[in-house]
């Protein structure tokens, strides 16, 4: 049985990049409406059922943020992925904050793009997960009664804080965590500022799980934003289901000029 297609909101106040994004998304059978402003995107949100949000953060109007916000109000269960510029790091950190369920920085790849928006809506009717109930990712395997983690079938040795932090980053596998928001997580919110300690405990901690901690594939550095954990189909490339050759090859910055 075909599953329905995915209704897709997209808000960018860029018409060409609006334009640049329909034939890919058209062409995988996605459905999609598109607004110019948050105004607007409120307004058919309101009035019309979709399964993810693709939010410009740099509009006219009450922006990306706001718009964000307000959507958070009355939906906070509905994927919303940011579109943002490469220097607006701050930026994406208020957007996750608030609730965003990614980013994607422009110019980006309609590949990338679409495997982020397979994933977030993925991740929204996936059945619930029970707090003690193991977390498998490739190689790696975390039992959080027991707080022991796994790899190929050894035992991983962590200290108390490095299992705390695994914990943290495994159970949002796929999502990008703030530094701000692992270090409120892990050691309290009087402690949001220290990135610099957190990144040593990073370092050890990839040398426990990763099979080169230099080209870590499991414990990833978002930059100047946070780390994510991958899930199993970032460790796949999300092979087959990216749509048509070709098209991951495209980049929106391009096909809009």
Same mark, same amino acid.
């Given at each position: 049985?075909?599953?329905?297609?995915? $209704?897709? %909101? &997209?808000?960018?106040?860029?018409? #060409?990049? @609006? !334009?640049?994004?329909? *034939?890919?998304? +058209? /062409?995988?059978?996605?459905?999609?409406?598109?607004?110019?402003?948050?105004?607007?995107?409120?307004?058919?949100?309101?009035?019309?059922?979709?399964?993810?949000?693709?939010?410009?953060?740099?509009?006219?109007?009450?922006?990306?943020?706001?718009?964000?916000?307000?959507?958070?109000?009355?939906?906070?269960?509905?994927?919303?992925?940011?579109?943002?510029?490469?220097?607006?790091?701050?930026?994406?950190?208020?957007?996750?904050?608030?609730?965003?369920?990614?980013?994607?920085?422009?110019?980006?790849?309609? $590949?990338? %793009? &679409?495997?982020?928006?397979?994933? #977030?809506? @993925? !991740?929204?009717?996936? *059945?619930?997960? +029970? /707090?003690?109930?193991?977390?498998?990712?490739?190689?790696?395997?975390?039992?959080?009664?027991?707080?022991?983690?796994?790899?190929?079938?050894?035992?991983?040795?962590?200290?108390?804080?490095?299992?705390?932090?695994?914990?943290?980053?495994?159970?949002?596998?796929?999502?990008?965590?703030?530094?701000?928001?692992?270090?409120?997580?892990?050691?309290?919110?009087?402690?949001?500022?220290?990135?610099?300690?957190?990144?040593?405990?990073?370092?050890?901690?990839?040398?426990?799980?990763?099979?080169?901690?230099?080209?870590?594939?499991?414990?990833?550095?978002?930059?100047?934003?946070?780390?994510?954990?991958?899930?199993?189909?970032?460790?796949?490339?999300?092979?087959?289901?990216?749509?048509?050759?070709?098209?991951?090859?495209?980049?929106?910055?391009?096909?809009?000029?």
């Amino acid at each position: 049985m075909n599953q329905p297609a995915i $209704r897709i %909101l &997209i808000v960018d106040d860029e018409s #060409a990049i @609006r !334009r640049a994004l329909k *034939p890919p998304l +058209a /062409e995988l059978g996605f459905q999609f409406s598109e607004a110019s402003r948050g105004e607007e995107a409120l307004h058919l949100l309101h009035s019309s059922q979709y399964d993810v949000v693709l939010l410009d953060i740099n509009m006219p109007g009450i922006g990306g943020i706001e718009t964000l916000r307000r959507i958070r109000a009355f939906a906070p269960r509905l994927p919303v992925l940011m579109l943002t510029v490469r220097d607006g790091e701050e930026e994406k950190v208020e957007a996750l904050e608030l609730g965003a369920d990614d980013y994607v920085t422009k110019p980006f790849s309609t $590949r990338e %793009l &679409i495997a982020r928006i397979r994933t #977030a809506v @993925r !991740r929204v009717h996936a *059945p619930a997960r +029970a /707090e003690d109930a193991p977390i498998e990712i490739g190689e790696i395997r975390l039992i959080p009664d027991k707080r022991a983690v796994t790899k190929r079938g050894q035992a991983v040795h962590l200290t108390r804080k490095e299992y705390d932090i695994l914990y943290c980053l495994m159970s949002r596998a796929g999502r990008v965590v703030s530094y701000a928001k692992l270090l409120t997580a892990v050691w309290g919110a009087d402690c949001r500022e220290e990135v610099e300690y957190l990144r040593t405990f990073i370092r050890q901690l990839r040398k426990k799980i990763e099979d080169d901690p230099s080209k870590p594939i499991y414990l990833l550095t978002d930059v100047y934003v946070g780390y994510r954990f991958a899930d199993a189909q970032m460790l796949q490339g999300d092979s087959g289901e990216t749509g048509p050759a070709g098209v991951d090859q495209e980049h929106v910055a391009e096909n809009a000029s």
